[in-house]
């Protein structure tokens, strides 16, 4: 069963409850917040590329989500406050917010004419359902500056998916059990569902955290980079599932395995692989590249062994486009191609680089061979953050971003792994 949230293409649509087995569950009572900032550069001195929340942080730093400290760091240990969590749900799952949503919690600060944190932020989560007040004899109140605990940081991040998710069988078993009457039902959904994936850091089990113990940034992060998975045409964020999922959607289509230079097996996991690493989602590449080759196919001006999965420098007719030693290295390429259209910036990554199409034979590097710098010295595009977005920028026509998601969105991860 599915439990139903409204799609991104209605987001002024309250998503206030949960639909379990049947019942309706509104979602009430844990109020749950910060400030995202401008986007830049995300090589934060204290998230190492071996940090277990490095990508997560990465990622949503460079898209305006989260920020860091004017002294480099990123403090992923620090707490997170109820109202921060606000925003930064709010910009991670792309709902509109104005100076028309007005706040109705009387702690919550009122910002003045063309300021939109925190109280339009509160508002707009508040609208949408994804937060909830505290009744008191003076009225309705946010607690707004008070430590967000992981419980309720998992309720509110769950509350903002776009796309609907499964409930869990009775016999499957959760990391946390019954510990609270509407917090245990949401937490044991978010984690059939994938979205506390690496929530808890490396050599460490979810189980052991408290959901009670207060959220850290960096888990924060990592939650919200689950969720964005759940966004029906957005780029970034987790594929919620695992490689088989691909090969099971590419196979119902009864054509074959295609012409790859690989396996599709084998296909699949560099498009995990290199997902996870660019932060970007498998399941929208995976789709993109089923558009572009007709299902391994082929048939237009790009070849099979071009490994060229994109089309990547196809750029009109008799062009063939860049050719690539590997099917690694075209599946690199292809991520790193988007990663130039969504990010302002380069990735802390050595494969987010240009490299050049040798003049007598395949690229043999990995990077993008049109990953180019811009008129004003920015080495990004940076305009783009939906499968909509890419119309009439990585492909003539503004159908390009329908036609994949229509495929993204067929694609049903499989449950219950994590």
Known sequence: MLISYPTMEAKSLKRAGLLVLGSLIILAGIALYPGGAQARSAAFSDVPSTSSYHVQIETLALLGIIDGYSDGTFRPNNTVTRQQFAKMVVLAMRIGV??????????????????????????????????????????????????????????????SADRGLFVPPDSWKSAWGNFDPVHAVIARVAQYNGLLRDVAPAGRSLKSLSPWGNATRAEAAALLFNIMGTDTA??????????????????????????????????????????????????????????????????GVVLPEQNNMAGIGATGPGVAGNSFATAELGVVAQFAHLAWYVYPDHLDDPYCAMVAQPADGPIATPGDPRHFLQPDGGPHKGNVRTLYDLSGKWAVGSDYGDAIKKKAAAITPTCGLW
């Open 98 to 159: 104005s100076e028309s949503d007005v706040c109705a919690f009387r702690d919550v600060k009122k910002t003045g004419e063309g300021e939109l944190y925190p109280d339009h932020y509160v508002a707009a989560a508040a609208r949408e359902g994804i937060v909830t007040g505290y009744s008191t004899s003076s009225g309705l109140i946010f607690k707004p500056d008070s430590p967000i605990t992981l419980a309720q940081l998992i309720t509110m991040g769950t509350k």
């Open 234 to 299: 957005g780029l970034n964020g987790r594929f919620l599932g695992d490689s088989t999922d691909l090969v099971r959607y590419f196979r119902a289509a009864g054509v074959g395995d295609g012409k790859f230079s690989v396996p599709l097996e084998t296909l699949a996991k560099l498009y995990v692989k290199y997902g996870e690493r660019f932060g970007i989602r498998a399941d929208m590449a995976w789709a993109q590249m089923i558009h572009e080759t007709g299902y391994g196919r082929y048939g």
